[in-house]
C-alpha cells in the first residue's frame, strides 16, 4: 500500500523560507515522479511542482524561482524547498503521486503553511 507522509509546515513572515517533506513508503521510490500541490481555503488544489526520476523538474509559474523540488531517493524522500514566502503561499500543501502510470493519483494527508507577519 502506497503511503505518503508530509511534514514541516508552519507559520512563516512574508519573505522567509521554509521547507516541508513527504516521505513516500509502497512504491519503488526512485522510479516515480513525484509532485506537490497545494490547496487554500475556497480555491481549487492547484499544482506546484513535479519531479521526475532522472530527474527532471516542473514547476508552477507562480512559485518558479522561489521554490525548488528536489528527492533523496536513499530516505524516500522528496522536499520542496520554499524561499521569498507571500501570503498568497498559504494553503495546505500536498505530496501526491501515482504508482501506475495514468491510474489514480495518490496523495498524502497535506501539511499547512501560513504566510502571516
Known amino acids: 500500500q502506497v503511503q505518503l507522509v508530509e511534514s514541516g509546515g508552519a507559520l512563516v513572515q512574508p519573505g522567509g523560507s521554509l521547507r516541508v517533506s513527504c516521505v513516500v513508503s509502497?512504491?519503488?521510490?526512485?522510479?516515480?515522479?513525484m509532485e506537490w500541490y497545494r490547496q487554500a481555503p475556497g480555491k481549487e488544489r492547484e499544482f506546484v511542482a513535479s519531479?521526475?526520476?532522472?530527474?527532471?523538474?516542473n514547476y508552477a509559474n507562480s512559485v518558479r524561482g522561489r521554490f525548488t523540488i528536489s528527492r533523496d531517493n536513499a530516505k524516500k524522500t522528496v522536499y520542496l524547498q520554499m524561499n521569498s514566502l507571500k501570503p498568497e503561499d498559504t494553503a495546505v500543501y500536498y505530496c501526491?503521486?501515482?504508482?501506475?502510470?495514468?491510474?489514480?493519483?495518490?496523495w498524502g494527508q497535506g501539511t499547512q503553511v501560513t504566510v502571516s507577519s
Open positions: 501526491s503521486t501515482r504508482p501506475v502510470v495514468g491510474g489514480a493519483a495518490i
Open positions: 509502497g512504491l519503488v521510490f526512485r522510479l516515480a515522479t
Open positions: 519531479i521526475t526520476s532522472v530527474p527532471r523538474t
